[in-house]
């Protein structure tokens, strides 16, 4: 059964910096764009960032590009999403979630595996 394990959120003050990490397990993670999106209390889910499965390739939402970055362990079957420069508009449960499409993909319905979330809370 393929798991996706979120971990690293919290609380920090605006301007602080969080680094959240994805394991997944039961699948082969080396074949699959990972994502991360997150969704703010009364909101839709939004997409954040992703990173293609070959080539490494990286997409970011407007609102966070440059303060934000994906990375992926292949070896450790591991995404990762460091975020700097917090602001309070960042606060959402963060998902990270797993797709077997090519490049870049962006529309949640392009993913297939999701993990259970984890809290990321900004204060001002």
């Known amino acids: 059964q393929v798991q996706l394990v979120e971990s690293g959120g919290g609380l920090v003050q605006t301007g602080g910096s969080l680094r959240l990490s994805c394991a997944a397990s039961?699948?082969?993670?080396?074949?699959?764009?990972m994502g991360w999106f997150r969704q703010a209390p009364g909101k839709e889910r939004d997409f954040v960032a992703t990173i293609a499965w070959l080539g490494g390739s990286t997409y970011y939402a407007g609102s966070v590009k440059g303060r934000f970055t994906i990375s992926r362990d292949n070896a450790n079957n591991t995404v990762y999403l460091q975020m700097n420069s917090l602001k309070p508009e960042d606060t959402a449960v963060y998902y990270c979630?797993?797709?077997?499409?090519?490049?870049?993909?962006?529309?949640?319905?392009?993913?297939?595996?999701w993990g259970q979330g984890t809290q990321v809370t900004i204060s001002s």
């Open positions: 039961e699948l082969t993670f080396s074949k699959y764009a």
């Open positions: 979630a797993a797709s077997r499409r090519i490049g870049v993909p962006k529309d949640q319905y392009d993913y297939i595996y």
